[in-house]
C-alpha cells in the first residue's frame, strides 16, 4: 500500500545546493519503494529572487493557499524542510489544523547573516528555535551541529546524515589542469562571504589554485586574486573532471552544517583539507580522508600525502540509502491514530547503486 509524505521546502530546483541535493535523492529513494511524495515549492506560488541570492526565490504565500496543496483530512505525513516563506506557510497551517510534523536544519542563517550584517545572529537563533519547537523531531546533517543546536536551547534533534551518488562521483583519470604548475588546489562552492574562500585564495602554498563555483563574491574575487584560475560554474562530468584532476580539494567554510562537496570528492579519490569545525570533524574522521587544521596551509601540506585509494574507500561510508532510511524512520503520522506509523528501514539494506 503506497504512503503519501508532503515535503515543504523553499530550497528545490532550479537551485542547485545540499538541501536541494539531499531532499531530491531521499524523494527518488522512496518513490522508489512505494511511497508517493508530493513537493510543496516556490515554483507553485508567485516568487521573487532572494537578494544577494537570486538562484533562492522566495514564495508569496497568501491565507487559504496551503488548503489548496494539502488537504488537513487526508495528509499522512509532512516534513517542513526550510524556515522561509514557504516552510513558514506550512508550519502555520499544520499547528493551526494539529497536523504533526517534521523539521530538518540545512543551513547556517544565523552565521551567514552575520558575515553581512553584525549583532544579527541572536534574533536569528530566536526565530528558528521558535520555527522548530513544535516539530516531533528536527533532523540536523551532524552530530557536532546537533550539539550547537542544543546549547542554543533546540529540542528532539536527530542526525540525519548525507551521501553521494557513485555513479555520478567516482576515481577516473586527470584530465583536466595538465598545463597549470602542481599541486592542484581545487575550491568548488559558492562564491559569496559566509563561504569564507579567501581563506584558501589567500595562502602560501605551492601549486595551483582553482575554483570551481559563481556568486555574488566572483568579480571581486577575480579582481583581487588574478594568479588563480575561476573556472564558473560546473555541473556533472565536468565537475567530476574538475574533482578527478585536484591534488586536495580545499574546503575553507567555517558556517556548514555538512559540506557535501566534501563526500563529492572524496568519492573521486581527492583527500580534504579543512578546518576543525561543525561539518569537516564529522566528516573528515579518518587520516586517510584527508587533514584538519587551524592553520589551513598545514591541512593542505597533510592532505596531499593522503592516499587517493583510501579517501575513495571512505567515501563508501556515505549512502544516499543510508540518508533516506534515517529520515524514513523518523517521520511521524501528520494524524496520530488515523495514520500508521511508518515502517522501521532496516538500517542494513544492500545499496542499490
Given at each position: 500500500?503506497?504512503r503519501?509524505?508532503?515535503?515543504?521546502?523553499?530550497?528545490?530546483?532550479?537551485?542547485?545546493?545540499?538541501?536541494?541535493?539531499?531532499?531530491?535523492?531521499?524523494?527518488?529513494?522512496?518513490?522508489?519503494?512505494?511511497?508517493?511524495?508530493?513537493?510543496?515549492?516556490?515554483?507553485?506560488?508567485?516568487?521573487?529572487?532572494?537578494?544577494?541570492y537570486?538562484?533562492?526565490?522566495?514564495?508569496?504565500?497568501?491565507?487559504?493557499?496551503?488548503?489548496?496543496?494539502?488537504?488537513p483530512d487526508?495528509?499522512?505525513?509532512?516534513?517542513?524542510a526550510?524556515?522561509?516563506?514557504?516552510?513558514?506557510?506550512?508550519?502555520?497551517?499544520?499547528?493551526?489544523?494539529?497536523?504533526?510534523?517534521?523539521?530538518?536544519?540545512?543551513?547556517?542563517?544565523?552565521?551567514?547573516?552575520?558575515?553581512?550584517?553584525?549583532?544579527?545572529?541572536g534574533?536569528?537563533?530566536?526565530?528558528?528555535?521558535?520555527?522548530?519547537?513544535?516539530?516531533a523531531?528536527?533532523?540536523?546533517?551532524?552530530?557536532?551541529?546537533?550539539?550547537?543546536?542544543?546549547?542554543?536551547?533546540?529540542?528532539?534533534?536527530?542526525?540525519?546524515?548525507?551521501?553521494?551518488?557513485?555513479?555520478?562521483?567516482?576515481?577516473?583519470?586527470?584530465?583536466?589542469?595538465?598545463?597549470?604548475?602542481?599541486?592542484?588546489?581545487?575550491?568548488?562552492?559558492?562564491?559569496?562571504?559566509?563561504?569564507?574562500?579567501?581563506?584558501?585564495?589567500?595562502?602560501?602554498?605551492?601549486?595551483?589554485?582553482?575554483?570551481?563555483?559563481?556568486?555574488?563574491?566572483?568579480?571581486?574575487?577575480?579582481?583581487?586574486y588574478?594568479d588563480?584560475?575561476?573556472?564558473?560554474?560546473?555541473?556533472?562530468?565536468?565537475?567530476?573532471?574538475?574533482?578527478?584532476?585536484?591534488d586536495?580539494?580545499?574546503?575553507?567554510?567555517?558556517?556548514?552544517?555538512?559540506?557535501?562537496?566534501?563526500?563529492?570528492a572524496?568519492?573521486?579519490?581527492?583527500?580534504?583539507?579543512?578546518?576543525?569545525?561543525?561539518?569537516?570533524?564529522?566528516v573528515?574522521t579518518?587520516?586517510?580522508?584527508g587533514?584538519?587544521?587551524?592553520?589551513?596551509?598545514?591541512?593542505?601540506?597533510?592532505?596531499?600525502?593522503?592516499?587517493?585509494?583510501?579517501?575513495?574507500?571512505?567515501?563508501?561510508?556515505?549512502?544516499?540509502?543510508?540518508?533516506?532510511?534515517?529520515?524514513?524512520?523518523?517521520?511521524?503520522?501528520?494524524?496520530?491514530?488515523?495514520?500508521?506509523?511508518?515502517?522501521?528501514?532496516?538500517?542494513?539494506?544492500?545499496?542499490?547503486?
Amino acid at each position: 500500500m503506497s504512503r503519501h509524505l508532503t515535503i515543504i521546502s523553499d530550497a528545490w530546483f532550479p537551485q542547485i545546493n545540499g538541501a536541494v541535493r539531499t531532499l531530491d535523492a531521499v524523494k527518488r529513494d522512496l518513490e522508489s519503494r512505494d511511497w508517493h511524495v508530493d513537493m510543496i515549492t516556490p515554483d507553485r506560488f508567485f516568487s521573487f529572487p532572494m537578494p544577494t541570492y537570486p538562484e533562492i526565490r522566495l514564495g508569496m504565500v497568501l491565507p487559504g493557499m496551503f488548503k489548496r496543496l494539502l488537504d488537513p483530512d487526508r495528509a499522512e505525513y509532512v516534513h517542513i524542510a526550510t524556515e522561509a516563506p514557504v516552510g513558514f506557510a506550512g508550519r502555520r497551517f499544520c499547528v493551526r489544523h494539529g497536523l504533526k510534523f517534521t523539521t530538518s536544519y540545512h543551513t547556517r542563517f544565523p552565521e551567514y547573516m552575520a558575515a553581512r550584517v553584525r549583532g544579527t545572529a541572536g534574533a536569528i537563533y530566536a526565530y528558528l528555535k521558535w520555527f522548530h519547537r513544535p516539530a516531533a523531531s528536527t533532523l540536523v546533517p551532524t552530530a557536532s551541529m546537533a550539539a550547537e543546536l542544543s546549547e542554543h536551547g533546540f529540542e528532539n534533534l536527530r542526525v540525519w546524515t548525507r551521501g553521494v551518488d557513485p555513479d555520478n562521483f567516482h576515481p577516473g583519470p586527470k584530465t583536466l589542469f595538465k598545463n597549470l604548475e602542481g599541486p592542484h588546489l581545487l575550491y568548488a562552492g559558492r562564491l559569496s562571504v559566509e563561504k569564507n574562500v579567501e581563506a584558501f585564495l589567500g595562502l602560501d602554498v605551492p601549486g595551483s589554485k582553482i575554483v570551481v563555483g559563481a556568486g555574488p563574491d566572483l568579480a571581486n574575487l577575480r579582481r583581487a586574486y588574478p594568479d588563480v584560475h575561476f573556472l564558473g560554474k560546473l555541473e556533472g562530468a565536468q565537475l567530476r573532471a574538475a574533482y578527478q584532476s585536484a591534488d586536495v580539494l580545499v574546503f575553507p567554510s567555517r558556517t556548514e552544517t555538512f559540506g557535501n562537496v566534501m563526500l563529492e570528492a572524496l568519492a573521486c579519490g581527492t583527500p580534504v583539507a579543512a578546518f576543525p569545525v561543525t561539518g569537516p570533524i564529522d566528516v573528515i574522521t579518518d587520516p586517510g580522508a584527508g587533514a584538519l587544521d587551524e592553520n589551513l596551509a598545514f591541512a593542505v601540506e597533510k592532505a596531499l600525502t593522503a592516499s587517493r585509494a583510501d579517501a575513495h574507500r571512505f567515501s563508501k561510508r556515505f549512502t544516499w540509502e543510508r540518508t533516506a532510511e534515517l529520515f524514513e524512520n523518523q517521520l511521524t503520522p501528520a494524524r496520530p491514530g488515523e495514520v500508521p506509523a511508518p515502517r522501521p528501514v532496516n538500517a542494513g539494506r544492500v545499496s542499490r547503486r
